[in-house]
């Protein structure tokens, strides 16, 4: 997968570097070993916080392996508005009547409890999904420190989260305006395909209509990165055959 997304970025026009810790090669990206992740449910933040913050540059981007790019997003940087740190905020889990209680383990009540009492002061409080984010180095260590308390307070309370309600916990006390940050201000740069609209496929560049599972409200979008996360077979088969036209090239 990751392959196909690499190469879906150069045929876009994207040549920034991609830094992909694995444990096999990617041709055009900087390849990092990493031995078997398989248990460690925080390893974008542990590679964040010991990994990748040796990288010299300013602002790091986090892309899932399933991800690809339909045509050139142009400025990337451009959803920060000046924040030191992006993430699309998706739902309001503060709504009054959801169509889905819980979000992850947690009641969409409890988590909009857990926010508020750490510190956010939105009237509307979001969940994000954790495919495509971004960090300026200078906030690392606040960035880090915030996950790992809201995970601690979480767990005393008895919930064991993933990434994404730490995500959005941390993203909300740091980007400054959240509404800024909403994926129905910035889904022309990425979003996820959560319905399946390209399931079994390549995700294609066409507009396609995204629906919000808590709210069922939809949104026309038309992204220039997708989170394919239905169309992970696809990926798959298109970056063997990247692949395997790699090795038979070198061959001859």
Known sequence: MAQSMVDSARHSGVFKDFHIWTDGAIEGAN????????????IRLELL???VRHLKYDYFVWLDADTYFVRHPGDILRVLRG????????SNTAMPNPLL????????????????????????IFTVNAGFWIVHRDVIDTFCGLTWDFWQLCRKVGYQLPIEPLLAY?????CGNPYAHTLRETADLWATDTNGRFAGQVPSGGRWQFVDCFSGETLKIRPSIIHATHSKRALVTCGRKRMRFL??????
């Open 31 to 42: 390849c990092h070993r990493l031995k078997r992740a398989n248990g460690k449910k925080f």
């Open 49 to 51: 916080d010991e990994k």
């Open 83 to 90: 924040a030191p740190v992006h993430a699309s905020l998706e």
């Open 101 to 124: 209680p819980d979000w992850g383990p947690c009641s969409l009540r409890n988590f909009t409890t857990l926010m508020q009492f750490r510190g956010v002061r939105s009237r509307a």
């Open 170 to 174: 941390a993203t909300q006390m740091l």
């Open 247 to 252: 090795e038979t090239t070198q061959a001859l």
